[in-house]
């Protein structure tokens, strides 16, 4: 029983590893080399704070 909760442990932890690598390569690769933000709610909200027609 013992061995079985030692690999389920390695297991998770090795799940969660790969999650946070793959959301890291995500975000530099696509997150940040976008040079202008032209979608999401933000920019809706910002667009209409500067006076602009909300899209």
């Not at 590893?17 to 793959?22: G, W």
């Amino acid at each position: 029983m013992d061995d079985a909760r030692k690999k389920l442990r390695v297991c998770l932890i090795c799940v969660v590893m790969a999650a946070v690598i793959v959301g890291f390569a995500y975000y530099f690769n696509d997150v940040r080399t976008r040079s202008t933000m032209d979608e999401g709610t933000l920019v809706r909200h910002y667009i209409t704070l500067r006076g602009g027609e909300q899209a």
